[in-house]
């Protein structure tokens, strides 16, 4: 997810994903309720629209986005929090439900692309298609069986969940190919490319010992 001039990433998906794993015990089921048809269920919310934020440096952004492998400059990304949960049933007795949930997203561009431009424009675009991944992510996470029903148990539960997401989830990184960057950087006439390379910092010099 580098591009191939000065060592610099041009924008990217820059996740910070802080899982926040929670798991409930069934307890006994009350009286009346009939047995789940369903020994679990997986849910996700729906993932909202972003806080946009331009008023940050490409220092500042690369800086948040520091927690993500590779080097370079970040001018765009897309941070969100995690959650996942495993927890009872409400409507039947016997059964648990998966929920993820995506808290406070934000979508930051450098404050060096004014948002008039054209390099802005195409940034944000990059960023919002890590926005529609997250949202087809969400739709296939509903779309999960767990493979052993009859013996569910809810750290077993949460463990599945937890490798199923991130298997979804390279659906980011396929994303991020050096061709989406290669590509990026020839349009709105080089001006991506240029604005990149003024942001970043300069190279220290190693003197000879």
């Not at 994903?17 to 919310?45: E, H, I, N, Y």
């Not at 409400?90 to 004014?114: I, T």
Request: charged share 20%; with cysteine.
């Amino acid at each position: 997810m580098r591009s191939t001039i000065d060592d610099l990433v041009p924008f990217g998906m820059r996740r910070i994903p802080a899982f926040l794993l929670s798991v409930s015990c069934l307890g006994a089921a009350a009286q009346g309720v009939v047995p789940c048809d369903k020994p679990v269920r997986f849910t996700a919310g729906w993932f909202a629209a972003p806080e946009l934020d331009n008023t940050k440096s490409s220092t500042e952004v690369t800086a948040i986005g520091a927690s993500v492998r590779g080097k370079g400059t970040q001018i765009g990304h897309v941070v969100v929090q995690t959650k996942l949960e495993v927890l009872p049933q409400a409507a039947c007795a016997g059964g648990f439900v998966v929920h993820l949930e995506y808290v406070k997203p934000v979508l930051r561009v450098a404050n060096e692309f004014p948002p008039d431009s054209c390099a802005y424009g195409r940034v944000l675009h990059h960023e919002n298609t890590h926005v529609e991944i997250y949202r087809e992510v969400a739709r296939q996470f509903r779309e999960l069986e767990y493979p052993w029903p009859q013996a569910a148990k809810s750290a077993a539960i949460l463990a599945y969940a937890k490798v199923e997401l991130n298997r979804l989830m390279q659906a980011q990184v396929r994303f991020d190919s050096p061709e989406e960057y290669a590509k990026n950087q020839t349009l709105c006439g080089g001006e991506i490319l240029r604005l990149v390379k003024a942001a970043a910092p300069p190279r220290s010099v190693q003197k000879p010992g």
